[in-house]
């Protein structure tokens, strides 16, 4: 058990790993104000991080806002570890290799079958492809990190229940871990994503913060304290299987008329191939288009989908009163008069003194999110918190 002088130890380092990912680099005089420790105790800290290799320093001139000597800035030096991260979505898995400000670098992917391809051989196939990413970093690699659609277990090892993917159950962990040899955690892709984008998005410290994604189905996620919240046994913040319509269309959880049935993209394809005659890549898009050109059908469908997402999100914004809320997966990238009619949507549905205080934003981490969001949440258990 370590004794109370390394336990102390242990928090000051945490503490400076922390400062340093959220502020960037800094004299280690800044530093020890910022943090309340004596001068003595930060250089006993930069010192062990310094043989670690954790940082680096560096002088600078204090771009004209010093007087005197230069200082010498200590900064992280986010090459010096990795981890690996990796999304799992609907038929298709990325990863990437991380550094320790969750940057990823050599992402790649591979599809798979959802009917024919279980989900063990799926698992299998990850370990496979992040065996080349481990053998690239070596020894600087601290773990992996999984991003699974869907509510994990407890210990953050298994994806308990996947609805669009009809799985149940699924160890990531344990295959991973001996695949690999380094520790590996799972947690819910979108609650992933919200961590990534509170962490290393440009999201102005906003907090609480809302994550809500649109794909195959409308997952959300969110943070508040700068922490991930996981309430309950499984954390679930299940947006997607909030009841917006009566007597609605079937829904793979079982339920009827849940928003995911008539907001997410294989319902915009459905209706974008109707109304416009055609297949569509990109749905959302292709209907605003069309209702920006004339068409009053497709405004109409536009319409009646941002109007179901706004009574989704004013649901979210009247019980959880986020700062923000991050529009990721289809919505990232919409046309911006779609977010508009969003955020009027939403203003008209808030609860009146929570209309003003909140705002929405396209997600700023782009196609990557899910990768950059497992390795956050590796990154927060496996070196962040040690």
Known sequence: MPTPVQDVRRLHRRLVLRTLRDHGPQPRA?????????PTTMTKVVAQLLDEG?????ATDGAGTRVGRPSTEVGLDAGARHVIGVQVGAGLVRLGLCDLRARAGNVRSFGFDLAGEPPARVVARIAGAAAALAEEAGDRLLGIGVAAPGPVDPGQRRNVLSVNLGWREVDFADPLERALGVPAVVDHNVRAMALAEARYGDTGGADPLLYAYVRTGVGAGLVIGGQPF???THGVTELGHLRVVERGRPCACGATGC???????PYLA???RALL????TDPLADLASAAAGGDGRAGAALDEVVDRLA???ASAVNLLNPALILLGGAFRTAPEPVLDQVRKALRARAFPVLRDTVQVRRATLGPDAGVVGSAAVALDR?????
């Open 311 to 313: 009574t989704g999100l």
């Open 30 to 38: 800044d530093l020890a104000r910022r943090l309340a420790l004596s």
């Open 382 to 386: 496996l070196f962040y918190d040690v």
């Open 270 to 272: 459905e209706r974008a």
């Open 277 to 280: 005659g055609r297949d569509s």
């Open 230 to 232: 996981r309430s309950g």
């Open 259 to 265: 928003l995911e049935t008539v907001v997410a993209e």
């Open 54 to 58: 954790l940082v680096r320093e560096g």
